[in-house]
């Protein structure tokens, strides 16, 4: 949504319906427009409904050598 903000193509207020590939919709909207830190910013809403499919269970092997992730930068130390 701030993508398309910043694009001029959804306004704050304006609601924006997404359709999924079997035709459940969610509503997005701008709430409000904002700032964090030095950029501009949005304050976004998000209504639908969905429905739970399955559940997951995430295991950790202990001799993970990162165990909280990891970002580019950790890897690509310059």
Do not use: C, N
């Not at 079997?22 to 700032?35: A, H, K, P």
Request: hydrophobic share 35%; aromatic share 10%; net charge negative.
């Amino acid at each position: 949504m701030a993508v398309m903000h910043a694009r001029g193509q959804l306004q704050p207020g304006e609601d924006y319906v997404h359709a999924g590939p079997l035709g459940t919709t969610f509503t997005r909207r701008i709430e409000e427009l904002t700032r964090v830190g030095s950029h501009d910013a949005i304050v976004p809403s998000i209504s639908g409904q969905g429905w739970k499919y399955g559940l997951l269970s995430w295991l950790l092997d202990p001799t993970d050598p990162f165990p909280q992730g990891y970002t580019v930068g950790d890897i690509w130390a310059g």
